[in-house]
């Protein structure tokens, strides 16, 4: 798996996670969702992603997106 990939589907888990939680839990939960559209929007920005740093750490080959 590359990091784009790994990234791509650790965001829609967490923004699939925090929805669920919202609506079941508290509606607080909600602000995780806007935590990770908001990082996903400065990572297309800057280039600058912690999750796609982790995943190369924990040995994800490059992708086009995070080389």
Known sequence: MTVDRAVMMFAGLMVL?????????????????AFVGL??????ITG???????????????GAAFE
């Not at 990082?39 to 297309?44: E, I, P, Y």
């Open 17 to 33: 996670v925090s929805l669920g939680l919202g609506f079941y839990v508290s509606p607080w939960w909600y602000l995780l969702t």
């Open 48 to 62: 600058f992603c912690p999750a796609a740093m982790i995943f190369r750490k924990l040995g994800c080959r490059a």
């Open 39 to 44: 990082n996903l929007v400065q990572a297309s």
